[in-house]
């Protein structure tokens, strides 16, 4: 059933390719065999049902988590069996949007958002400040350098979590969930920032979604996890009117199917 | 069956965790070279957990200090009248052996490290961790290693604290309910105690303020479920150190007081 995405990716090089990816977790298996390439300077949204397992597909491709077999490469780099040293340093092109926003809830607004700057000490503080200022801008949320994340809304809480995760210019942004929970207003404005970076930065995306429609207006390319394993990807109007059942049931949220009979 | 069961589940767990608390004491060594860069983070926690703490380490030092001299002094008298006299040495020799480290150790197991296991079991819970990992700063670096450095430091202090709290309240009673006066107090209690006994104290002190420390982080790091997970963590961090700390100080006495203390 799964279809190789690796067969149907567009001829630009990927910078983030998985292959065979199998992962146990909790006595499940979470990731069964996943094949995934992400191409340089797209914006890939990966979606499934809640707990098909989109965030430890993530956690991979970022490090957190190691397969249990299969390869995790990002720009030609073994995540999978780097040592902790080296993957520091693969981190360094990566930024990450929690889900929930992952913000260090004693540090303020400006101390999150410095954090990675500050402390890897790229450059002086007066830079810091300088830089921090233009992201807090890019994300609307210049004059609450001082509020501690706890003071502020979840819609505040997750532009600031992206905020620290582009602030230090990365290669690469993940993006867990980043539009769950948000009012649609606020929905857009973080849809319209991930557009922001592919086509202003020329950022390579991942997001991790069950939000449809967001996923079509960020989108260069779906791809639609399923038990384990990516059904099938491509172009978001090929995947929106997909022959596949499985897939034609998650877009159109039916509630009798393949998916629902597992 | 199911008491076997448990018993067996606990103590393993206990183990496992004091295994993962060595590793990760030994990775938070091996980050001792940035305690420099760490310091402001040091300093705070320092003060958070030394500061913050002596209230509590007083009313504990000064009442414990306060019964043995009572306990001791009357049983003294009861034994034969003037003996008591002696009751100093014998509350001195207690508070800066064991009661002042053990008791300190306790109240910090609970009131430090059962805050340091939620504090960054919570951070695990709500993903703060994973977000340092992937912005490439090392948790055990921003997160252990200032925490491991502060207790390293708050705990002994602390312990000559208590020492002195208790030996004063064990003072107070000599003085105004046995009628010991505090020079024959002072005088038996400083006669009593040696440099080393002070010393070995302040290493206790130190020993334990590793043992708590670095079954919290464990214990916050290895977090998992949520709010529950979060309460599981602490009562497990509060209990093992508690345990650790009674192990911990039977073995210090055994290998390194008798022998070369002790000469016994």
Not at chain 2, 8 to 35: C, E, N, P, Y
Not at chain 2, 121 to 139: C, H, R
Not at chain 2, 141 to 159: D, E, G, K, N, S
Request: proline share 4%; net charge neutral; hydrophobic share 45%.
């Amino acid at each position: 059933m799964g279809t190789d995405v690796n067969s149907s990716e567009s001829t630009a090089v990927p910078v983030i390719e998985m292959r065979e990816v199998r992962k146990r977790l909790g006595g499940k298996q979470v990731l069964d065999g996943v094949n995934l390439a992400v191409p340089g300077g797209s914006t890939t949204t990966i979606l499934g049902m809640s707990g098909c397992g989109k965030s430890t597909l993530v956690k991979h491709i970022v490090g957190l988590l190691r397969p249990d077999s299969g390869d995790v490469f990002v720009e030609g780099r073994d995540v999978g069996r780097a040592s902790d040293s080296e993957l520091r340093d693969i981190r360094k092109s990566f930024g990450m949007v929690f889900q929930g926003s992952a913000l260090l809830q004693s540090l303020t607004v400006f101390e999150n958002v410095a954090l990675p700057l500050s402390e890897h000490r790229t450059m002086p503080p007066a830079q810091i400040r300088e830089r921090v200022a233009e992201v807090l801008e890019l994300v609307r949320l210049t004059g609450f350098e001082g509020y501690l994340p706890a003071e502020l809304s979840g819609g505040m809480r997750k532009r600031a979590g992206v905020a620290r995760a582009v602030v230090t210019k990365p290669d690469i942004l993940l993006y867990d969930e980043p539009t769950t929970g948000l009012d649609p207003v606020i929905t857009n404005t973080v849809n319209e920032m991930i557009k922001d970076m592919r086509e202003k930065l020329g950022v390579t995306s991942v997001v991790i979604s069950h939000d449809i429609p967001s996923a079509g207006k960020t989108s260069d390319r779906l791809a639609v996890l399923h038990n384990g394993r990516i059904l099938e990807s491509g172009p978001p109007e090929e995947i929106m009117n997909s022959a596949l059942p499985e897939v034609r049931q998650f877009m159109e949220g039916g509630t009798r199917g393949p998916l629902t009979n597992d | 069956m199911g008491i076997f069961d448990e018993t067996g589940k606990f103590l393993l767990d206990m183990v496992q965790s004091a295994g993962q608390g060595t590793i990760l004491f030994w990775k938070a060594l091996r980050q001792l070279r940035h305690v420099l860069r760490e310091r402001h983070k040091t300093r705070r926690q320092a003060f958070l957990y030394g500061v913050c703490s002596i209230p509590v380490v007083t009313i504990t030092a000064l009442f414990t200090g306060m019964v043995i001299g009572g306990q001791t002094g009357f049983e003294l008298k009861k034994l034969a009248s003037g003996l008591e006299t002696t009751v100093g040495s014998i509350v001195g020799a207690a508070m800066c052996r064991e009661m002042g480290p053990v008791l300190t150790a306790v109240v910090l197991a609970g009131f430090v490290g059962g805050g340091m296991a939620s504090v960054i079991g919570t951070m695990k819970v709500n993903e703060e961790i994973d977000a340092l990992e992937v912005m490439s700063i090392n948790p055990v670096r921003y997160l252990v290693m200032p925490r491991l450095v502060a207790m390293m430091l708050a705990v002994p202090t602390l312990t000559v604290f208590a020492d002195v709290v208790g030996i004063g309240g064990g003072a107070m009673v000599a003085k105004y309910q046995l009628g010991v006066s505090f020079y024959t107090f002072f005088d038996g209690a400083f006669t009593t105690l040696s440099v080393e006994d002070v010393l070995f104290g302040l290493l206790k002190g130190w020993v334990f303020g590793i043992i708590i420390t670095m079954i919290a982080c464990q214990q916050g790091i290895t977090t998992t479920g949520g709010a529950e997970g979060v309460g599981r963590s602490t009562m497990r961090a509060v209990v093992y150190s508690f345990l650790m700390i009674l192990i911990a100080n039977y073995l210090l006495f055994s290998l390194i007081y008798r022998p070369f203390v002790g000469g016994f």
